[in-house]
């Protein structure tokens, strides 16, 4: 049957090429931005969803991830990609690790050297604990290929069982808790393997990350722009930085709803922020919609200085094309980077009034 006009036939290239760029190249989500999901093992068959409580809801489309100990602190961490892009997460796990646990490397002979098949039982005060060495889990991942086991507050393991591929049986008996072992498929004696135990860095504050995303970071320049007062006279943002004040750059557009609502509370605060020592400047990134800027400003009330840029401002503002408005940057008497305040909530008012009290000091 011959395709309608108005239906895209399947495998069509231009769908193809637009929608992987979208994603790949873009950012677009693969899948309506779903989250991920983590979920808590209670036994019996039973499971409780803990993605947000754990932090690993992201929106990114993971596509790939592998559970293991990165830190060596007895428990497991997280490690995702992200289908979108380059990106990678590391969640680091910090319950549990004040527990006792075992960890179990093990080397085959006949079995195979990666022993994939092996199955290692712990006996514990609470009960057994099984795992089987796998070669892989999950989509294109494989999780870390020491087992990991916990004892919670037991002192030793009554024993640890290794049945392996080719058929052998071994046993070992009472194996201290904290202990990193290597079971060879043969032998009778354990090894103890030394193990660095160090601690993963701490999680970007929300400040860090929203420079991290914008590509500053705190301390350094930021861009000299090239701006326009809504009388097409052009300046330079450094000539409009004085030495000896601050100066809170607010970038906005007019089709940005949070920016609505943050303008007029900023329009009510310029007195403060003059007073304390703080020059107050909007800059609006409305390229192709700058015609709509000053109706904006009226109908709002805002008074205070507001500049426009041009399409090459943009690009060096935004070098890494993800736009996040609305976004203000604390300046220096220098243009450098002092704090940031990205999009606007309840919060966002007393963060202002903390830039008053940082200028104050």
């Known amino acids: 049957m011959a395709a309608s006009a108005d239906i895209e036939p399947a495998g069509n290239p231009d769908y193809t090429d637009r929608h992987l760029d979208a994603i790949f190249n873009e950012g677009f989500s693969f899948s309506g931005y779903e989250r991920d999901m983590l979920s808590l093992n209670l036994g019996k068959g039973k499971y409780l969803n803990i993605s947000g409580v754990s932090g690993t809801d992201s929106i990114s489309d993971g596509r790939g991830s592998i559970f293991a100990d990165f830190d060596n602190d007895g428990d497991l961490d997280i490690f995702m990609t992200s289908v979108q892009g380059e990106a990678h997460f590391l969640f680091r796990n910090n319950v549990g690790e004040r527990n006792a646990f075992i960890r179990v490397q093990l080397e085959g002979r006949e079995s195979g050297f990666d022993a994939y098949g092996a199955v290692v039982r712990v006996k514990t005060s609470s009960g057994l604990l099984t795992k089987i060495k796998a070669g892989g889990s999950g989509f294109l991942s494989q999780n870390d290929p020491r087992l990991l086991f916990g004892l919670g507050k037991d002192q030793e393991a009554e024993w640890v069982e290794v049945t392996w591929p080719a058929g052998r049986t071994q046993r070992f008996e009472h194996v201290a808790a904290g202990s990193a072992i290597r079971i060879v498929e043969g032998d009778s004696l354990l090894e103890q393997i030394a193990e660095a135990r160090f601690r993963l860095v701490d999680p970007l504050s929300r400040r860090e990350e929203i420079l991290a995303r914008t590509g500053f970071r705190k301390g350094e320049p930021f861009p000299d722009l090239l701006l326009r007062d809504l009388d097409q006279g052009e300046s330079r943002l450094r000539d ?105 909530s309840g919060d966002s008012r007393e963060e202002l009034e903390r830039f008053i009290s940082l200028a104050g000091r």
């Not at 329009?267 to 403060?272: A, D, G, P, T, Y």
């Not at 919609?289 to 943009?314: A, Q, R």
């Open 240 to 344: 409009l930085i004085r030495s000896d004040r601050m100066t809170l750059v607010n970038l906005w557009a007019t089709y940005c709803l949070p920016c609505q609502a943050e303008m007029p509370v900023l329009q009510s605060m310029q007195k403060e922020f003059l007073k304390a020592g703080i020059d107050l400047i909007g800059v609006s990134i409305d390229v192709a919609t700058v015609g709509g800027v000053s109706g904006f400003l009226e109908k709002y009330g805002i008074t205070y200085p507001i500049y426009t840029m041009d399409e090459n401002s943009l690009s060096d503002l935004f070098e890494r094309g993800e736009v996040m408005i609305p976004i203000s940057f604390l300046l220096d008497g220098q243009g450098r980077i002092m704090d940031v305040l990205a999009g606007w």
